[in-house]
């Protein structure tokens, strides 16, 4: 089976950290963001995060933080539509409970 979603680009990170793992082919694919760091759940928000489609309109989703994994989970609230290129967007103001903010944004383009 080839994989659902097709990472274009990734910029702000190195390349190698971003992996899949697709088990099920649906387009309510939740991206997992793992830091290495406990985070402050007040910056684990829709501002930080976000997911734009190809006209770089943001895409509604529901963003949830794991403390004891140190995991944020980004959802789609609908589907994402077969075909279109989505940018996941991640800005430097989601910052470690300490305050440390991260250095610099992420940004992975991706098709369905």
Do not use: C
């Amino acid at each position: 089976m080839p994989n659902f979603l097709d990472i274009k680009s990734v910029t702000g990170s190195d390349e190698r950290l971003v992996k899949q793992d697709l088990k099920f082919r649906t387009g309510k694919f939740i991206w997992k963001v793992v830091f290495n760091i406990e985070l402050n759940p007040a910056t684990v928000n829709n501002q930080n995060l976000q997911v734009y489609n190809s006209q770089n309109k943001p895409v509604d989703t529901k963003i949830s933080y794991n403390s004891s994994a140190n995991t944020i989970e980004i959802e789609p609230k609908e589907p994402y539509s077969t075909g279109e290129v989505y940018t996941l967007h991640v800005g430097t103001r989601v910052e470690s409970k300490g305050g440390q903010k991260l250095k610099n944004e992420i940004s992975i383009e991706f098709a369905v």
